[in-house]
């Protein structure tokens, strides 16, 4: 599954709360492809090389979990994925269908 997601870090691993400055909202173009979600920086193109950025962002989802981030009313659309790692990302999808396809896939992987 692909497609742009746009990523809040909330959590850093062991859950420790990411610190102010590297919170911000940034948009990749999401690819799961296994058990890996790589989040690719910069305009999409199909025949594009993933870059050294963009595998430090990739996340496994081995042991993830994803869930409608029901308690986030500021942008809509909004899935947690805490990962086996206790990190937590926020990903906003583009409409509502979306959202619920990436946590269905993450989630039975
Ligand atoms: C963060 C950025 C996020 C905001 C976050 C800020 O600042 O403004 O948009 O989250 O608030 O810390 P920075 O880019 O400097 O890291 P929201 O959009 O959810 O408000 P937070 O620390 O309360 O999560």
Not at 69 to 92: C, E, G, H, I, M
Not at 95 to 108: F, G, K, P, V
């Amino acid at each position: 599954k692909n497609g742009f997601l746009v990523r809040k870090v909330h959590a850093d691993s062991d859950g420790k709360k990411t610190p102010r400055g590297k919170r911000g909202w940034k948009t990749f173009y999401a690819i799961l492809k296994g058990l890996i979600l790589y989040l690719q920086k910069g305009e999409y193109r199909p025949e594009k090389q993933l870059s050294d950025e963009d595998l430090k962002n990739a996340v496994s989802i081995h042991h993830s979990l994803a869930m409608r981030a029901a308690d986030y009313s500021k942008r809509p659309n909004v899935f947690y994925l805490r990962t086996a790692d206790w990190r937590v990302f926020l990903f906003q999808a583009p409409n509502a269908e979306q959202m619920q396809s990436w946590i269905t896939r993450i989630n039975t992987v």
